[in-house]
Each structure stands twice: as structure tokens, then as C-alpha cells.
């Protein structure tokens, strides 16, 4: 998730930080944490997703 969110790919930046945000600062409910990042539920959650599977995808492979 560091090296996603310190990506200088602004997608990436972001999809590095929301799950960070969300489960490991617990800064609040789904809605909470998109406001606070100033993104939409729907650009949120695509990066959630993504920031979940990429560190996974990376740990495989």
C-alpha cells in the first residue's frame, strides 16, 4: 500500500491511500472518508478495489 501511495501516478497515489484511510486510520464510514479526500463514492470505491488487489497481485507474483 506505501509504495502504491507514494506512486507519482495520481490514480494510484490515491487508490494507495484510500485503503489506508478507511481500514488501517479508520478515519470514519465509506461516505466519511471520499468527503474527507474530496473524491466521489464511485471514484472512491474504484480506487478502494484497486488498492486492495494491486499489493495483493504484487505479493504473487
Not at 12 to 29: C, F, H, N, T
Not at 37 to 61: D, K, N
Amino acid at each position: 500500500m506505501e509504495a502504491l501511495a507514494a506512486s507519482p501516478v495520481a490514480a494510484d497515489a490515491e487508490a494507495g491511500r484510500i485503503p489506508r484511510a478507511y481500514g488501517v486510520d479508520r478515519s470514519g464510514i465509506h461516505g466519511q472518508v471520499a468527503r474527507s479526500l474530496r473524491v466521489s463514492r464511485a471514484t472512491y470505491f474504484r480506487r478502494l478495489r484497486h488498492g486492495m488487489v494491486a499489493p495483493a497481485a504484487r505479493h504473487r507474483g
